[in-house]
């Protein structure tokens, strides 16, 4: 690719200019206020598709927010790459965590600082960028289409639907994500696994009303006690999730597999220090990488009740509430695992309060071949940047819509990002290198020149 | 008490109108933003007792919300009586579960729909207005003196200095308090002990900053979920209490005093059609009644951390927040017991997490012998005006500042309460029936002349 390092030089400020105004727009999915943020959202990055060279981009409807979708055809004989990234983010509470504006993005200390800035906005923006150069350079060596959709942090619920309806429309050999993060910034990674989702909400009703402490405490179930108790039960005390059958369909990974993965650089005191914790914490039995890698676990994002302000309220509360979430491995069915929690919550309610399971959204696990193709072009573009080979690692993290896409479609997806364990994705700060964001714009035309020559050795 | 009824029913309309004067300022103690109501407030009360015909009143500083002091003399050598009630009310959130605007009273069904309907505008009122119908017709028996705080929804912090400082001031025979309640409309009933509060929030921190639960799900302890097991194991699968030493002051109480407070009427069928539940749970061997009125408890009033908002964030929170409270029964210290969950709970902290807890206010427990003067004026009161002998009561809840009275100030309370268990304090849709409003205005001059009588005879 050349001339790839003259170009990002020469255009450092205005690619930096570009995805300042896409993070400026609060395109939170998850909080319904947002709505016309979405809109204008989808509408930039239509914007932005074209003006990196697009023969035609628009925004399409769904069910949801819309889907960007743009493309660019120099041959229908060559193969064609599927781009895939989401233009909404998380919500930014707590606020007050938050050194700068989050939706006003900062550089400082060599980073990009601001929601957004890794979590997809940031590395989206890479893919069009590098789409660009080779457009502008005339060296795209494949045919492109882009698909960005605005529910990725909440479930991808109405993408499912999107590619049911438009198959022949998305239809392409491989499908290039950039929203995942590599080991360290020099040690390049991919990530050949994801884990699956399930989330639910619970809600334990007591009395039919808040009830003073006093008159009744003693006498009658405190929906918070007895669900904290619920909680506390749901693992025992070697970490084991204690749902039955919850494990069943977890495949065995085996001592050799074991084995190679443990090669990962990992620093168990670094990591401790980094989240300032004494110990971690997990399912005995697994290494701390293991733990997020291969085996599945169970947390509460989310739990609330009876008097959370200011002071000291004597309240015996109707209800309490938590949102439950677990990630899960390959193999693992996650309409099975979000019905067998649903069913064994409910039935575990001791009789002196109800309680009520919602399912939220969920998603497979994802496993891409070390033997792809595609896997192997990205392998070789990163090591041209990063002059080392990249390491195939299990991510703790879902993308419920990339084992959709091999459902729904048919196609794998590669999933070579650019991001780093520090870049606070979902958290306060949220952030992204320099250093990272310029050599992901390097990195992936080297791909799609890989991708077209193994293409046609296959072929 | 000539005409007592009469005056009640020239003036009903005007007394209702002062009242919603009253209730119509959020004095709302616990939020610091009705600092200026809680003033408002007091001022307000201030001119209410000059009208009713105090000789003198004036709203006094303390360290916090200040303190109304009124007071008539008749005769230096008569029995004193002092009134003690409180100006500041309770939150009022989740607003929406409100039928009426809280602060805007409404006569419904019968009843007064506000927040302080009852708690305690409602039931010091009547004290001003049963003092105002004692001087208007010339028949005021005793000295008066009025104390009204703004602090008792928060564990009356600047009360106790107060009362140090005002020990000649507040001098009087006996502590006359309506801010309880009656076991039904048609059973009298005066509470004869009430229990004792400690307070405390705690914060549990796993690592420094909120994570991605899907990178470091099942490898990071999760502060929700360590926060749940911390709670679920403060009980026994019996109901105990399993914090060592917890138990070891409380009084046990004899069985033939046990046999007597079971005579009280008491229909567990309908108590849980009332709450709406299918069992009441509580501590083994104790029923229902007992586990509030001898027995302590600890409930969660608040629980909070991680996504609490709309949507399914998948965050792995930094901390977790509870509000606990125990109420304690007589003779266990509330400062003793304080310290013992401070002790017990940070110890209990796993390794991989930090516990803080934070004591806020408590107080303890109250018993009023039976064969008191003033018990006897107030139960002869009652009987006067229901018809019925008042039963003698332990109730659930706590006025920490009556064990306060009682160890600063030498003057034990009597706690002759018109409210009912229907009337939700504390709750939303908080409510008080007309009825009750004015038995407890025809009532407590009785008491005023009762307790002169005997003084008398005891002089």
Chains 1, 2 share one sequence.
Not at 117 to 146: H, I, R, W, Y
Not at 352 to 381: Q, R, S
Not at 396 to 419: H, R, T
């Amino acid at each position: 690719m050349k001339d790839i390092k003259t170009y990002i030089e020469a255009n450092k400020e205005r690619f930096l200019n570009e995805l300042f105004e896409l993070i400026r727009i609060p395109s939170i999915s998850a909080e319904s206020e947002h709505k016309e943020d979405m809109v204008r959202c989808a509408n930039k990055w239509k914007e932005l598709l074209l003006a990196a060279g697009a023969d035609k981009a628009e925004v399409m409807p769904t069910d949801g927010n819309p889907v960007v979708y743009g493309e660019k055809t120099i041959d229908p004989s060559k193969p064609t790459v599927l781009v895939y990234g989401h233009y909404d983010v998380m919500p930014v509470a707590p606020l007050d965590l938050w050194r700068t504006d989050p939706f006003e993005p900062v550089v400082k200390d060599g980073k990009i600082w601001a929601r957004g800035a890794d979590d997809d906005k940031g590395q989206s923006f890479m893919q069009a960028k590098a789409f660009e150069f080779m457009v502008k350079t005339n060296q795209l060596p494949c045919n492109v289409k882009f698909m960005l959709e605005g529910e990725e942090e909440i479930g991808s619920g109405s993408l499912y639907g999107f590619c049911e309806k438009n198959k022949a429309l998305l239809k392409a050999d491989t499908i290039l994500v950039c929203d995942t993060s590599m080991i360290a910034r020099d040690v390049p990674s991919i990530t050949s696994g994801l884990r699956g989702l399930c989330y639910w909400e619970v809600e334990v009703t007591g009395a039919n009303h808040d009830l003073h402490s006093g008159i009744y405490g003693g006498a009658v179930a405190n929906p918070i006690n007895v669900l904290c108790k619920m909680i506390a039960d749901l693992h025992d005390a070697d970490g084991h999730i204690t749902i039955p059958g919850f494990y069943d369909d977890v495949l065995v990974i085996s001592d050799e597999e074991r084995a190679l993965m443990a090669q990962a650089p990992f620093d168990l005191e670094k990591y401790k220090k980094e989240l300032d914790i004494k110990e971690v914490r997990g399912e005995k039995g697994y290494s701390t990488k293991e733990r997020t890698g291969i085996r599945p676990c169970l947390d509460v994002c989310g739990i609330w009740g009876g008097h959370t302000g200011e002071g000291s309220k004597t309240v015996l509360p109707s209800k309490a509430f938590a949102k439950i979430s677990t990630r899960l491995v390959a193999n693992q069915d996650y309409e099975k695992i979000s019905k067998m929690f649903k069913d064994y919550f409910e039935a575990a309610a001791p009789d002196y309060v109800t309680v009520k399971v919602t399912p939220c959204h969920g998603g497979a696990a994802y496993v891409a071949p070390l033997d792809l193709a595609a896997y192997k072009a990205a392998e070789k573009a990163m090591e041209t940047v990063y002059g080392k080979r990249p390491i195939p690692t299990r991510s703790g993290g879902s993308i419920p819509i990339v084992a959709g896409f091999e459902k729904i479609l048919g196609i794998k997806s590669i999933l070579m990002g650019f991001g780093l364990g520090s870049d606070d994705i979902h958290a306060p700060n949220e952030n992204y290198p320099l250093e990272q964001f310029f050599n992901g714009i390097e990195t992936i035309p080297y791909f799609y020149e890989n991708f077209a020559k193994m293409s046609e050795t296959i072929a």
